[in-house]
C-alpha cells in the first residue's frame, strides 16, 4: 500500500470540480480521510494488469436501443414540481452573464 | 402478524384475517417503536384507508388474490425508491421536501401486485453507508438489539421486517446494502443478478453495480416478491437480457457448492467462523456436495470498489444542483461530500490511468474469478459480514474502517452476480448470524431451491 497524502490545493481544486462549497468542512481532517482513503485503494498498484481489458460493465448487453414511439411522458406541471424558483413554465435559474462592475 | 404471504391469503380466504387488521397491526407497532427505532422516515397516513378499500374489493371478487400475487402485503420502500405524491428524500437534507411525480418501476410493479405502502425508510444518506448511520435524520437502530447498527446502507428496510412493522421492504445492494442489514437483523435479504431488477425511478448510487432487492422474514415471501420485480423494463436498458422468474422448491443432493477458502481464512469472530461451519455441515446433511475453492483477487475487491463506485457517485450526484427539484449542494452531508471528492480525484486527469482505469482492470480479474470457479461448482457460500452486528458509533469516525465492513459483499456487485442472505445462527447474546448463497448471474432459481431446502431441512 503506498501512502497518498493530499496538499491542500489539490483538496480545493476537488471541491472546485465537484461544485461543492467548502463551507464549515474541516478541511485538515478531509484531507487526513481522503488521504487514508486514497492511500487505502493505492494497493491495486501491486496488481499486474497486463493485457487485462476494462470491465466498464457487466451485462455484455449493447446497443439496446428501443422502438422510436411515444412512451410516457411528465407533463409540464409535473416536471416543475420540484421547483425552488419557477416562472410562466420555467425553471429559473442564477445568470450566467450577469454585469461584473469590476470587467 | 400472518408468518408468510400463503398464510396471510389463506387467512383471508377463512376469515381469519383481514388486511385492515393486518395494516392496524403494522401501524401500532409503527405508532409504538418508530420514534425510538427510527426506522420510517414517512408513514403513509392512507394506509388504513387504503387496506379498507382493499377488503371491500376482496369482499366482492376473491380471486382478486389469484391476479394480485401480494395483496394486501404490507410494504415498506427504501426512500430512494420514488413514490408518486410520497415524499422521497433519499435520507438527504438535499432531498428533505421532494415530492416525486412519478413511481419507480418497482414501486409501480408491487403497486399492481396488491400492495399497501406503509411508508419510506430510512437509509444511509444516498445509500452510502454499512450501518445507517450517515443518514441525514439518524441512525436507525436495530430492532434485536438497540444498542447497535442495523446494518446499511438499507438500514431501515431490514429493521422495519425485524420489528414487524411490514412484511417485505425494498432495498438496494450497491456493495452489500441489502445482505449486510439482512444478516445483522435475522432476515432475509436478495441482492439479485445486476440488471434483472429495473433501477428506473430508484435515485441512482453507482450505476454500474445498483441491485435492486427486497427483504423479507423468510424464503417463501422473498421468492414471491422477486416473482412480481424479475422483469426486463423499457426504462431501464440495463435489463434487456432480464426474465420472469418461477420459485421451485425441491431436491438439491448432488449439488456441488463451493466455499471460497479466501473468505474464511481471514476471519477472527469465534461466533461467525463457529454459526458458518454449521451451516456448512447442514448442507453436507442435505446431501451437497462441498467443494473448496479459491477467489484469488478476493483481497482487492474493496480497493477496486472505493475507486469505481464513488467516482459513479460523483456523476450521479452531479444532477442535484438545486433548480429542478431539491436543496442547493450545501445540504450534502459529509459521507457524499467524502465520495464525490474521492470520485474527482480518481477521475481526474493525470490520476485516471493509475486508478479509474486500473480499477476497472482489476474489475475484470475479479469477473473472471467467479466465471472460472462456477466451471466446476454451481453456486457458492460463505459469510456475509466479518463480524456480527456492531455497535452504534463503533466505526463512523474512521470511514476506511466502516469500508472494510462490505469486504465479503462487495466482489459480488463488481462481477454482476446474484447473492441471498439468509439468517442461521446467533452469537452466545443473541446476534443475528448468517450466510449468503452465491450463484452465476441468472442462477436465482438455483439459489432460491436452496435456500429453501435449507430453511425446511429438519
Known amino acids: ?103 | 402478524m400472518p408468518k408468510t404471504i400463503a398464510d396471510y391469503h389463506r387467512m383471508l380466504l377463512s376469515g381469519e384475517t383481514t388486511v385492515k387488521a393486518v395494516v392496524l397491526e403494522c401501524m401500532e407497532k409503527i405508532e409504538k417503536d418508530n420514534a425510538r427505532l427510527n426506522i420510517f422516515l414517512t408513514v403513509n397516513d392512507k394506509a388504513i384507508e387504503e387496506a379498507e378499500k382493499m377488503d371491500q374489493l376482496f369482499a366482492a371478487d376473491k380471486s382478486i388474490l389469484e391476479r394480485k400475487p401480494l395483496f394486501g402485503v404490507p410494504v415498506g420502500h427504501k426512500d430512494i425508491f420514488s413514490t408518486k405524491g410520497m415524499r422521497t428524500t433519499a435520507a438527504s437534507k438535499v432531498l428533505e421536501e421532494y415530492v416525486p411525480s412519478f413511481n419507480a418501476t418497482v414501486v409501480e410493479k408491487l403497486n399492481d401486485a396488491g400492495v399497501i405502502i406503509m411508508g419510506k425508510l430510512n437509509c444511509d444518506a444516498w445509500a452510502h453507508g454499512s450501518s445507517g448511520e450517515n443518514s441525514d435524520f439518524g441512525p436507525t437502530l436495530n430492532p434485536v438489539d438497540e444498542t447497535r447498527v442495523p446494518g446499511g446502507s438499507s438500514s431501515g428496510s431490514a429493521a422495519a421486517v425485524a420489528a414487524g412493522m411490514v412484511m417485505v421492504s425494498t432495498a438496494t445492494d450497491t456493495g452489500g446494502s441489502i445482505r449486510l442489514p439482512a444478516n445483522f437483523t435475522g432476515t432475509v435479504g436478495l441482492k439479485p443478478t445486476y440488471g434483472r431488477v429495473s433501477r428506473y425511478g430508484v435515485i441512482a448510487m453507482a450505476s454500474s453495480l445498483d441491485s435492486i432487492g427486497h427483504v423479507t422474514r423468510n424464503i417463501e415471501d422473498n421468492a414471491k416478491v422477486f416473482e412480481v420485480t424479475s422483469a426486463p423494463d423499457i426504462y431501464d436498458a440495463n435489463t434487456a437480457d432480464s426474465r420472469p422468474f418461477k420459485f421451485e422448491q425441491g431436491d438439491v443432493a448432488g449439488l456441488k457448492i463451493g466455499i471460497p477458502s479466501e473468505y474464511v481464512k481471514t476471519l477472527k469472530d469465534e461466533d461467525v467462523l463457529a454459526a458458518f461451519n454449521k451451516s456448512v455441515e447442514r448442507l453436507k446433511n442435505m446431501g451437497v456436495e462441498i467443494v473448496e475453492v479459491s477467489l484469488p483477487y478476493t483481497d482487492k475487491a474493496a480497493a477496486s470498489y472505493y475507486i469505481l463506485q464513488p467516482a459513479e457517485v460523483s456523476s450521479n450526484l452531479a444532477r442535484f444542483d438545486g433548480v429542478r427539484f431539491g436543496k442547493g449542494r450545501t445540504a450534502f452531508g459529509p459521507e457524499a461530500v467524502r465520495r464525490m471528492l474521492i470520485g474527482a480525484y480518481t477521475l481526474s486527469s493525470g490520476y485516471y490511468d493509475a486508478y479509474y482505469k486500473k480499477a476497472l482492470k482489476v474489475r475484470t480479474l475479479i469477473k473472471q474469478d467467479f466465471d472460472q470457479v462456477f466451471q466446476g461448482v454451481d453456486l457458492l457460500v460463505c459469510p456475509v459480514s466479518p463480524t456480527p452486528p456492531f455497535k452504534l458509533g463503533e466505526k463512523i469516525s474512521d470511514p476506511v474502517s466502516m469500508y472494510l465492513s462490505d469486504i465479503l459483499t462487495i466482489p459480488m456487485n463488481l462481477a454482476g452476480i446474484p447473492s441471498l442472505a439468509l439468517p442461521y445462527g446467533q452469537t452466545t447474546e443473541g446476534l443475528p448470524l448468517g450466510f449468503q448463497i452465491v450463484g452465476p448471474r441468472y442462477s436465482e432459481e438455483l439459489i432460491y431451491k436452496v435456500a429453501s431446502a435449507f430453511e425446511k431441512h429438519e
Open chain 1, 1 to 103: 500500500m503506498t501512502e497518498v497524502v493530499l496538499r491542500d490545493e489539490e483538496l480545493i481544486k476537488l471541491f472546485e470540480l465537484s461544485k461543492l462549497e467548502v463551507g464549515s468542512v474541516d478541511i485538515q481532517k478531509m484531507k487526513t480521510q481522503l488521504s487514508d482513503v486514497l492511500s487505502f485503494v493505492s494497493v491495486l498498484n501491486d496488481v499486474d494488469t497486463s493485457g487485462v481489458e476494462d470491465t466498464a460493465e457487466v451485462t455484455g448487453l449493447s446497443n439496446v436501443f428501443s422502438k422510436d414511439e411515444g412512451k410516457r411522458m411528465m407533463g409540464l406541471e409535473d416536471a416543475l414540481s420540484g421547483a425552488v424558483s419557477k416562472d410562466k413554465g420555467y425553471f429559473v435559474v442564477k445568470g450566467v452573464f450577469v454585469e461584473d462592475d469590476n470587467a
